[in-house]
């Protein structure tokens, strides 16, 4: 009995999760109107077309080529300012990590939708020429992957024990860039994968600060087109929901052989 | 010449652009908006925040705050049950792989695609609206639809139930069987374990969690613009302000409404910094 | 109070066998100690007895009663683990109030049987302290309060020294041989420190491999070890060669032994000699030699090279020693008291 419900209660999760996803390719690839299904036409109508409808748009490639753009760049940004500060604090400072963990945790008081007011009360009046280009969401981006890449990176620092590494090249007598560059960061590589993909997440689902700021980046243009073709545009998110989760089940997987978790909320 | 020490040059070196990029780019645009909010027209005044919190923006802040509240509460006792229930599977394997990894996905599926597949699961069109139709049943009268109340906690619950489940896990890993062990020694029942020594344990880190899926959904603006732009919630209400399509001096008014956003969303990081302190201090001693 | 006995044993998880024809039988009252190397099934049998693991044969009993099937919160046995396994969200008092409660305990009993539990164990400053306001060596005493606390049958201790540091592990050690002593609760004490085992117990069990190699005092177990595993895990032993005499006995060094199992005439074997037990005296000539001498106080221990090379231990009184140096040349004997040894 305790079991029938443990495994009623999974089903129904299960069911839950999968069910709006393929209510969402009914009907983005069948054409039979949801009033009109029964089971005779159950099988009717199901095309791929309007994903080819999707992939024919080059507004969408441009978007997507800028999301992809703004990814590569957030990453490069938030592994530029938080990896040499991650290895610093833990090698040097161990007695500031709590404060630097508590630092990490602020970009989430200030959401997007309320950061944006902000940026248009600033940036916008002194400085408009910084929104001008696409790129300026980057510095925007890299703030609100901070507390999951932060913690990804520190959580993989204290797995290698960075600190006992630090110590036993130091007394080889090797110097500190030698020692950042050939001991601890190689050792990093699995935390700096999952920082990675944790970000590309983030940016290629951001919708609010790229719609405020009237940018157009792969979300936004998915809303917008999804008006004007409303099948195709359903095909395209899905697609893009499905690569995202393929994506990251693989970084997850990869990790896990490395005996290693995703903690993604960083808690 | 005093000469700097190299640790502490380092140290500069590493911490200055952080500092200064922090600065730049979150506390001089939140300090700028709170200190606007505070001087609506150019004089100071509370006036504004006063008003951030009448008419419709009170409906906005009650109606946030009881949807994320709401999407805390059940998203947070259905992730912890599905952590509990996963504990005591021990196979099949690829289930526990599979839901880890899954978990990881849909905690960041808040967005666009979300709400388009729920549009398409229980919108007026949708395939279970019309399932349950034909079973005689309205799910639109019960509130679940995309715009409806309840439809917005369904939608949310999606990736509030995985967020959830991966903060349980370590919280459930934490209870040592020996304490299990050592209450049945003395005889203790499973219940009276429970009840004085699991449940209390595990509170501060279910409330911590149930805290963040608070601020998760309070926050979360994608999904609920594409189910309903005009809904009144406050991150609607807020693109509605900064969109500029309102009479001038409005603007005073929106950022008032953020800072009470930030106000709570600060308070509520506090707590959930607080409630992790004591998760931890008690699982490690 | 109360006699235990378990009875033939056994118990595989998987593949892995963890006890194999394990019986042993302990009296009431006493500390028994089951040592022996990780993974050799000596907590595997505890937690059988504690009734945590059910064996997949062989029975446990307590004072002749079988309890093979009464559950784990009907014995009435009490545990204290290696982790303490203190409850975090009780304070030291809250932690024994819960388990007297548990026993159902009457209110008005339990806080003088609190504060009597404190004094014994030198806690009453703690009492109102939350584990991790404590030191582990603290945080363990209130364990082992806790754990006597309910008047068990039986007390259970899985490694409960193990995550201590050295002194506190020597003063917490002796605490509880007093305590065991002054409620004369029967005791099974699981460790893979010998040390502690020989210090701490009235029998010593070795185990290897899921099976009981051998229960005895501490002292016969150092003394006449029944055989070479004994032997080597207890203390420090030399394999010296040895001969076998005619009537099944084994000759070594002139003198003439008993050995763990009986000879054929002229069979060539080595036997165990403990390092107190050779005798060293100079000799122009002698057939060993002397490669190293170390002073370590009240002993000196001096290393010694046999005629075919091999090299043996030798513990001796430094009062007693003399000038002894290396290269000089040596004989050998044993001390007249030594009758039997172990046969590898």
């Not at chain 1, 069948?30 to 080819?52: F, K, M, R």
């Not at chain 1, 890449?149 to 630090?166: C, E, F, K, S, V």
């Not at chain 3, 491999?209 to 229960?215: V, Y």
Request: with cysteine; aromatic share 8%; charged share 15%.
């Amino acid at each position: 009995m305790k079991t029938f419900l443990k495994w009623a209660f999974l089903v129904a999760l299960a069911a839950f999760f999968i069910v709006p996803l393929l209510a969402m390719a009914r009907f983005a690839f069948q054409s039979v109107p949801v009033i009109l299904l029964t089971p005779e036409t159950a099988l009717q109508g199901w095309s791929i077309d309007p994903i080819i409808a999707a992939a024919q748009e080059p507004q969408m490639w441009a978007a997507s080529r800028t999301s992809v753009l703004l990814a590569a760049f957030t990453i490069l940004l938030t592994l530029l300012l938080l990896i040499p500060l991650a290895i610093v604090t833990e090698i040097k400072a161990p007695h500031l990590r709590p404060l630097l963990t508590a630092l990490t945790l602020l970009p989430w008081v200030v959401p997007p939708i309320a950061l944006v007011v902000g940026v248009a009360v600033t940036f916008r009046t002194g400085a408009p020429w910084f929104l001008a280009s696409v790129f300026s969401l980057v510095p925007f981006y890299a703030l609100w992957a901070m507390p999951f890449t932060y913690r990804a990176l520190d959580a993989g620092l204290q797995a290698i024990n960075a600190r006992t590494l630090y110590e036993a090249a130091r007394s080889m007598g090797a110097p500190f860039a030698t020692i950042v560059m050939r001991v601890i960061l190689p050792n990093m590589t699995a935390s700096i994968v999952a920082a990675a993909a944790l970000t590309t997440a983030l940016v290629l689902g951001e919708f609010a600060f790229a719609s405020l700021l009237l940018k157009e980046t792969l979300p936004t243009f998915m809303v917008n087109f999804q008006q004007s073709q409303a099948r195709a545009g359903l095909a395209l998110a899905l697609v893009v929901l499905l690569l995202t989760a393929v994506a990251i089940s693989v970084v997850v997987r990869a990790l896990r052989r490395r005996g290693l978790s995703v903690q993604t909320t960083g808690l | 010449m005093k000469r700097i020490h190299p640790d502490t040059r380092i140290g500069l070196l590493v911490a200055l652009p952080f500092v200064a990029f922090i600065s730049l780019f979150l506390l001089y645009p939140t300090v700028a908006i709170v200190f606007s909010a505070f001087t609506p027209g150019g004089d100071y005044s509370v006036a504004g925040l006063g008003r951030a919190l009448s008419g419709s923006y009170r409906q906005g802040f009650i109606n946030s705050t009881a949807l994320a509240g709401t999407t805390a509460v059940i998203g947070g006792i259905i992730g912890l049950t599905l952590a509990a229930v996963m504990r005591t599977l021990q196979r099949p394997r690829w289930l526990h792989s599979t839901l880890d990894s899954w978990s990881a996905v849909a905690s960041q599926l808040g967005g666009v695609p979300l709400a388009f597949a729920f549009i398409a699961a229980i919108g007026t069109q949708g395939l279970l609206t019309k399932l349950f139709n034909q079973v005689g049943i309205n799910i639109n009268d019960f509130g679940v639809s995309p715009t409806g109340f309840w439809g917005l906690v369904v939608v949310y619950l999606y990736f509030q139930i995985p967020l959830m489940f991966l903060v349980s896990l370590p919280a459930l890993n934490g209870l040592r069987p020996t304490w299990r062990e050592a209450a049945a020694l003395m005889g203790a029942s499973g219940a009276r374990y429970w009840l004085r020594v699991g449940i209390p344990i595990l509170t501060p880190a279910a409330l911590g969690g149930m805290l963040l899926l608070f601020v998760n959904s309070f926050a979360a603006y994608a999904t609920a613009y594409v189910l309903n732009p005009g809904g009144a919630l406050v991150p609607l209400q807020i693109r509605f302000l900064l969109q500029g399509n309102v009479i001038s001096g409005e603007e005073d008014l929106g950022y008032a409404i953020v800072t009470w956003v930030i106000t709570l969303l600060l308070a509520s990081l506090f707590l959930l910094t607080f409630l992790q302190r004591r998760t931890l201090r008690w699982t490690r001693s | 109070m109360a006699s235990v006995d378990m009875q033939n044993i056994r118990k595989a998880f998987g593949p892995s066998v963890a006890l194999e024809d394990f019986s042993i039988d302990i009296r009431s009252g006493e500390l028994v100690c089951l040592l022996g190397p990780s993974g050799c099934g000596k907590t595997t049998a505890l937690r059988i007895l504690a009734g945590f693991e059910r064996a997949d044969s062989g029975d446990v009993s307590v004072d002749r009663k079988d309890i093979t099937k009464v559950a784990v919160e009907k014995r009435n046995f009490s545990m204290v683990f290696q982790d303490y396994s203190l409850f975090p969200n009780m304070t030291a008092r809250g932690n024994i109030n819960f388990a007297l409660k548990s026993r159902k305990v009457h209110a008005g009993e339990r806080a003088s049987i609190i504060d009597r539990m404190l004094a014994v164990t030198s806690l009453e400053d703690q009492a109102d302290k939350f584990p991790h306001q404590m030191s582990g060596g603290q945080k363990q005493r209130v364990a082992l309060a806790r754990a006597i606390a309910t008047s068990p049958r039986v007390l259970l201790l899985d490694e409960p020294l193990s995550a201590l540091d050295a002194k506190v592990r020597e003063s917490l050690r002796e605490e509880i041989r007093r305590l065991q002593r002054e409620i004369g609760v029967t005791t099974v004490f699981v460790t893979h420190d010998q040390h502690e085992a020989l210090a701490i117990a009235d029998r010593v069990g070795v185990m290897s491999n899921g099976r009981l190699e051998q229960i005895a005092t501490p002292r016969e177990l150092y003394e006449t070890p029944v055989n070479s595993f004994v032997a080597t895990f207890i203390g420090s032993i030399n394999k010296v060669p040895a001969i076998g005499t005619s009537d099944g006995k084994w000759e070594c060094w002139g003198s003439v032994l008993t050995g763990s199992r009986s000879s054929t005439p002229g069979e060539s074997v080595v036997v165990g000699v403990r390092p107190e037990d050779i005798r060293v005296k100079r000799e122009v000539n002698g057939p060993a030699s002397l490669t190293d001498v170390s002073f370590l106080g009240p002993i000196t221990r001096v290393s010694i090279r046999l005629d075919r090379g091999e090299t043996v231990v030798v513990d001796l009184m430094s009062a007693e020693c003399g000038d002894l140096r290396p290269e000089q040349a040596v004989r050998l004997s044993l001390r007249p008291e030594v009758h039997r040894v172990v046969v590898f």
